[in-house]
């Protein structure tokens, strides 16, 4: 990874995840690793344009050495990138929430991930 700095909104992010992600697995946090592996997965999955867009602009594109198996990318706003590290958070606080009267170890892990996305959403935000 170099130190230039990121162009799009989603580069700056998965840079920021992946700091995380390598300080969690520094300190063997195999919590936080996880939620951070699933937070840059929800941006590259929110990147992904549709199969059938996809197989259109690929037609439409010759074919090269290089490149030649490149998928093209919808390019994220801030906004974007924000709400789905929201809504990762979002999602762990209510999964942590059900399981809080059954498995009270469990709800603390998922607590546990969302404050490492959190962690991560406030440093995008600065």
Do not use: C, F, K, W
């Amino acid at each position: 990874m170099s130190d230039m700095p990121a162009t799009h909104p989603a580069d700056a992010a998965r840079t920021q995840l992946r700091a995380g992600l390598r300080d969690a697995m520094v300190a063997r946090d195999r919590t936080a690793a996880t939620a951070l592996r699933g937070a840059i997965a929800a941006i590259d999955n929110a990147e992904a344009v549709p199969a059938s867009s996809a197989a259109v602009a690929l037609e439409a594109v010759p074919v090269t050495a290089a490149g030649a198996n490149d998928v093209p990318r919808r390019d994220l706003s801030g906004t974007e990138v924000r709400d789905i590290l929201q809504a990762e958070i979002d999602e762990r606080q209510a999964a942590a929430t059900e399981y809080d009267g059954l498995h009270p170890d469990r709800a603390a892990q998922i607590r546990a991930e969302a404050e490492a996305i959190e962690q991560v959403l406030v440093a995008y935000n600065s």
